[in-house]
Antibody, heavy 121, light 107 residues
Framework: QVQLVQSGAEVKEPGASVRVSCKASGYSFTSYYMDWVRQAPGQGLEWIGTINPNTGTTSYAQQFQGRVTMSRDTSTSTVYMELSSLKSEDTAVYYC??????????????WGQGTLVTVSS | DIQLTQSPSFLSASVGDRVTITCRASQGISSYLAWYQQKPGKAPKLLIYVASTLQSGVPSRFSGSGSGTEFTLTISSLQPEDFATYYCQHLNSYPITFGQGTRLEIK
């Protein structure tokens, strides 16, 4: 079955960087975009950006431009999301989600289990 | 950016009730809308895509409708496992955005 397994929780100091991984299995890795979404404690869902695992092309939300880098390793079917210059406001659960599609339409399914990133001194 | 506004933000209902959640887009998004259910400590789960298509394995008491700027998610007869937070999401263009969420609680 299609499965996304993310790396474990991280604790980082302000100003540091964090890299979260998302390993895909059960489908053709290069055939589906992968997106990243985060959720601060008690808050809603915020889209971070997307990567095309086939080409490595990325697109990021404006508020993360310059701080986020998404990459992939096709040999291990893994995508990565690195966020730099961390602030306390970046404390959140970070999710990867496969972008399923039908014609021009898209939706997120499935999602990874989430990775808690805590930014604290 | 396209803004999505859900109403209500909080809903208290009883088992067996019929409930409707509305999602309004700040501009037309055709049927590029999905609905997700999220339970505490868990990842969101896809319920509905392309505004009205039920995801495989999702109970038929869930339904979605709408197009353009106004969409609804309806649960025909609430079950205990349906108490959760629900989000709409547009995928019409980048940036993708989500509604602020509707928290459904037991009355």
């Amino acid at each position: 079955q299609v499965q996304l397994v993310q790396s474990g929780a991280e604790v980082k100091e302000p100003g540091a960087s964090v890299r979260v991984s998302c390993k895909a299995s059960g489908y053709s890795f290069t055939s589906y975009y992968m997106d990243w979404v985060r959720q601060a404690p008690g808050q809603g869902l915020e889209w971070i950006g997307t990567i095309n695992p086939n080409t490595g092309t990325t697109s990021y939300a404006q508020q993360f431009q310059g701080r986020v880098t998404m990459s992939r390793d096709t040999s291990t079917s893994t995508v990565y999301m690195e966020l730099s210059s961390l602030k306390s406001e970046d404390t959140a659960v970070y999710y990867c989600a496969r972008v399923a599609f039908g014609g021009a339409f898209r939706w997120f399914d499935p999602w990874g289990q989430g990775t808690l990133v805590t930014v604290s001194s | 950016d396209i803004q999505l506004t859900q109403s209500p933000s909080f809903l208290s209902a009883s088992v067996g009730d019929r409930v409707t959640i509305t999602c309004r887009a700040s501009q037309g998004i055709s049927s590029y809308l999905a609905w997700y259910q999220q339970k505490p400590g868990k990842a969101p789960k896809l319920l509905i895509y392309v505004a009205s298509t039920l995801q495989s394995g999702v109970p038929s008491r869930f339904s979605g409708s709408g197009s353009g700027t106004e969409f609804t998610l309806t649960i025909s007869s609430l079950q205990p496992e349906d108490f959760a937070t629900y989000y709409c999401q547009h995928l019409n263009s980048y940036p993708i955005t989500f509604g602020q969420g509707t928290r459904l609680e037991i009355k």
